[in-house]
T-cell receptor, first 113, second 113 residues
Framework: DADVTQTPRNRITKTGKRIMLECSQT?????MYWYRQDPGLGLRLIYY???????NKGEISDGYSVSRQAQAKFSLSLESAIPNQTALYFC????????????FGDGTRLSIL | DAKTTQPPSMDCAEGRAANLPCNHS???????VYWYRQIHSQGPQYIIH???NNETNEMASLIITEDRKSSTLILPHATLRDTAVYYC??????????????FGTGTSLTVIP
């Protein structure tokens, strides 16, 4: 979805480095999500937020942290990157009404050496 | 959330209708059926969703059986650009639960010239 922008699109870094992935949206949605996808597997939820400063852990939150300081932005941090965090990361947004679909950005491909 | 079963792969001739099945025999009354697709490693693209009634939009039609135990996504005139992995997701719409969209392995659709 062109209204959900992820930066950077690609990143290669070394073990132990701190990394931040950014997500911004112009859809005006309250809810935002971070997922990771590993080759051949489905998406797994890392963190989600229903409003500014609201933070909730997902299925695989260990090793990650997030920040939601504005409605339009949701950032994901890896405090000390490790190789098994190499994956494709997606941000998604959703209207407050729960049965509405989530809309995904084009992803960040992260490689940790 | 109910589990879904999809065939791992399908082929479809260009210009013909692509009918992608999904079984969700354990679906409960307040669970919606969503369809997404993912082209290469791009972000999942929302296609359509429904609860009980058949739905149609500019991309596709969703046919849900009367007992809601299965559904079919129909792409009426498949093009080469419809080659992608298609995911059927069943998800409950209830407050703070059901926040995650569980993407399984989906159906890899190949549109053949």
């Amino acid at each position: 979805d062109a209204d959900v922008t992820q930066t950077p699109r690609n990143r290669i870094t070394k073990t132990g480095k701190r990394i931040m992935l950014e997500c911004s949206q112009t859809k005006g949605h309250d809810r935002m999500y971070w997922y990771r996808q590993d080759p051949g597997l489905g998406l797994r939820l890392i963190y989600y937020s229903f409003d500014v400063k609201d933070i909730n852990k997902g299925e695989i939150s260990d090793g990650y942290s997030v920040s939601r300081q504005a409605q339009a932005k949701f950032s994901l941090s890896l405090e000390s990157a490790i190789p098994n965090q190499t994956a494709l990361y997606f941000c998604a947004t959703q209207l407050q009404t729960s049965n509405q679909p989530q809309h995904f950005g084009d992803g960040t491909r992260l490689s940790i050496l | 959330d109910a589990k879904t079963t999809q065939p791992p792969s399908m082929d479809c001739a260009e210009g013909r209708a692509a009918n992608l099945p999904c079984n969700h025999s354990t679906i409960s009354g307040n669970e919606y059926v969503y369809w997404y697709r993912q082209i290469h490693s791009q972000g999942p693209q929302y296609i359509i969703h429904g609860l009980k009634n058949n739905e149609t939009n500019e991309m596709a039609s969703l046919i849900i059986t009367e007992d809601r135990k299965s559904s079919t996504l129909i792409l009426p005139h498949a093009t080469l650009r419809d080659t992608a992995v298609y995911y059927c997701i069943v998800r409950e719409s209830k407050g703070y639960t059901g926040n995650q969209f569980y993407f399984g392995t989906g159906t890899s659709l190949t549109v053949i010239p």
